[in-house]
T-cell receptor, first 113, second 113 residues
Framework: GNSVTQMEGPVTLSEEAFLTINCTYTATGYPSLFWYVQYPGEGLQLLLK?????DKGSNKGFEATYRKETTSFHLEKGSVQVSDSAVYFC????????????FGKGTKLSVIP | DAGVIQSPRHEVTEMGQEVTLRCKPISGHDYLFWYRQTMMRGLELLIY????????DSGMPEDRFSAKMPNASFSTLKIQPSEPRDSAVYFCASSLDTGIGQFFGPGTRLTVL
């Protein structure tokens, strides 16, 4: 079946540090990949996505590249801000007759001034 | 667009009472999803609809839970009778096509005493 594995948190960084949150997946076919962000007290928001191998999704300074050879979709940001503190979820959609998203367990990021 | 709308935002009730959560999806979206989020179990898909028809309810924990979608702009999740272990944040999400990502509502925080 489909699965998503994220690095366990929490992750604590100083402001302006470089961020990487690892995500690897197992899926049938050629899935679409997503990163969602959940700020405290809010619902999940779609941060970025990639629908085929070697695509790079980007938004708000965050980037992730769809690597089929390593089945990975790592999230990166060059310089984090305090406002980036949130929980980040990696997810995939494999199609193949199912319309569900498969989510990772989430990685909590705290950015300190 | 107003996004996905959920009500109420917070609900506190006593064990044994009936609870009804409401969701209005984004206009034109064909898919509607109900999720539950807890610290212990993370984000769980309960049920999803396509064109108002329930497609997969395998995530509904037990018969106390039921969901309906009488029309394209409204869905309910009902718990009867409620129990303390049902305390969680319940999210509704909608999408035009799951392959392009789901859009989440702000959630309903349910507390069952």
């Amino acid at each position: 079946g489909n699965s998503v594995t994220q690095m366990e948190g929490p992750v604590t960084l100083s402001e302006e540090a470089f961020l990487t949150i690892n995500c690897t997946y197992t899926a049938t076919g050629y899935p679409s990949l997503f990163w969602y962000v959940q700020y405290p007290g809010e619902g999940l928001q779609l941060l970025l996505k990639a629908t085929k191998a070697d695509d790079k999704g980007s938004n708000k300074g965050f980037e992730a590249t769809y690597r089929k050879e390593t089945t990975s979709f790592h999230l990166e940001k060059g310089s984090v801000q305090v406002s980036d503190s949130a929980v980040y979820f990696c997810a995939l959609y494999s199609g193949a007759g199912s319309y569900q998203l498969t989510f990772g367990k989430g990685t909590k990021l705290s950015v300190i001034p | 667009d107003a996004g996905v709308i959920q009500s109420p935002r917070h609900e506190v009730t006593e064990m044994g009472q009936e609870v009804t959560l409401r969701c209005k999806p984004i206009s034109g979206h064909d898919y509607l999803f109900w999720y539950r989020q807890t610290m212990m179990r993370g984000l769980e898909l309960l049920i999803y609809f396509n064109n108002n028809v329930p497609i997969d309810d395998s995530g509904m924990p037990e018969d106390r839970f039921s969901a309906k979608m009488p029309n394209a702009s409204f869905s309910t999740l009902k718990i009867q009778p409620s129990e303390p272990r049902d305390s969680a944040v319940y999210f509704c999400a909608s999408s035009l096509d799951t392959g392009i990502g789901q859009f989440f509502g702000p959630g309903t925080r349910l507390t069952v005493l």
